[in-house]
């Protein structure tokens, strides 16, 4: 596609509630990150793939939060038994290759509300 | 880890002036440095970046310098336009794996 897609554009959950986030990266881009931005803050990194490999994880903030990318391509977060805390913008960014340079294209993200 | 700090919070400005954004970043090895624009409802978008074997880099209105010694960089927008009112993010790229370390942001307003 042209852009990097990001579904739900908004969610609103239950305490408790799992959730599930997808990303559609650019054709073609190797590397995938997700990111989440609290209200007024700046982008957290939270973790990365190359392809289908998930290189690093160091950013999720506890066993609740789980990414992949089976196929190298579409990309999903789970977050188990939502918590207030865990309400925030949550942006996925792809690049195209690996090495210096490569800045990130941004998705529109997905607000998580957690009620 | 890298700790970037960016300042002012807010800035407003008339349109026509010009506005500077200052980072600060930690880690001396950190060597690639972007500026993201982040408009209400929308995903950061890249708008200039600079590596660390250059000093300043300019694209239009937008230049943004790089003091390696002193580990800052800035964004400077001249000629403002209201249309250049957001929320704007330096980042700084750790030098193992690809994940950058971003700033606060800084809401500009550049007033008509």
């Known amino acids: 596609g042209a852009g990097v897609s990001q579904s739900p554009r908004y969610k609103v959950a239950k305490r408790g509630q799992d959730v599930a986030l997808r990303c559609d990266p650019i054709s073609g881009h190797v590397s995938l990150f997700w990111y989440q931005q609290a209200l007024g803050q700046g982008p957290e990194f939270l973790t990365y793939f190359q392809n289908e490999a998930q290189l690093d994880k160091s950013g999720l903030p506890s066993d609740r939060f789980f990414a992949e990318r089976p196929e190298g391509s579409v990309s999903t977060l789970k977050i188990q038994r939502t918590q207030q805390e865990d309400s925030a913008v949550y942006l996925c960014?792809?690049?195209?290759?690996?090495?210096?340079?490569?800045?990130?294209?941004f998705g529109s993200g997905t607000r998580l509300t957690v009620v | 880890g890298e700790n970037v700090e960016q300042h002012p919070s807010t800035l407003s400005v008339q349109e026509g002036d010009s506005a500077v954004i200052k980072c600060t970043y930690s880690d001396s090895a950190s060597n690639y440095f972007p500026w993201y624009k982040q408009e209400l409802g929308k995903g950061p978008q890249l708008i200039i970046d600079?590596?660390?074997?250059?000093g300043e880099k300019k694209d239009q209105r937008i230049a943004v310098t790089l003091n390696k010694t002193a580990k800052h960089f800035s964004l400077h927008i001249t000629e403002t336009q209201p249309e250049d009112s957001a929320v704007y993010f330096c980042?700084?790229?750790?030098?193992?794996?690809?994940?950058?370390?971003f700033g606060t942001g800084t809401s500009l307003t550049v007033i008509p």
């Open positions: 960014a792809t690049t195209l290759g690996t090495g210096i340079g490569y800045g990130y294209t």
């Open positions: 980042a700084a790229r750790a030098v193992t794996g690809n994940q950058f370390y």
């Open positions: 600079i590596r660390s074997n250059v």
